[in-house]
């Protein structure tokens, strides 16, 4: 198993305080190790519904990354962008790469 480490910048008082963003080359190490791997989740036609952001919360607390695909039975009502900003915002993850219908979501383990 990868570990990701969350970013810190230590100030002259000697506090630490955690960054929000993502760097880029955290990006790219998420797409590299995750991107070949196969979604664990599917959105269907009910699209983001309170169970489903439920279990993309569990798989968020136990690996750090979730990997989606989107149905297209889930775009007859909403786009691809409308979705993904969706979820990463009721999940709390940051949203690191869409490529398609398909997207990576990652929140650390310490948020």
Do not use: D
Not at 69 to 92: C, F, H, R, W
Request: proline share 4%; hydrophobic share 30%; aromatic share 8%.
């Amino acid at each position: 198993m990868w570990r990701i480490y969350e970013n810190t910048h230590v100030k002259k008082t000697g506090e630490k305080n955690n960054m929000s963003k993502m760097t880029p080359g955290k990006k790219r190490f998420i797409k590299r190790k995750f991107g070949e791997e196969k979604p664990t989740v599917w959105i269907g036609k009910s699209g983001a519904s309170p169970e489903l952001m439920k279990e993309i919360g569990k798989q968020l607390n136990r690996n750090k990354y979730v990997k989606c695909k989107i149905l297209k039975s889930a775009l007859s009502e909403q786009e691809t962008k409308q979705i993904t900003a969706a979820v990463a915002e009721q999940t709390g993850a940051t949203l690191v790469e869409v490529r398609g219908h398909t997207f990576i979501l990652f929140k650390p383990a310490n948020t």
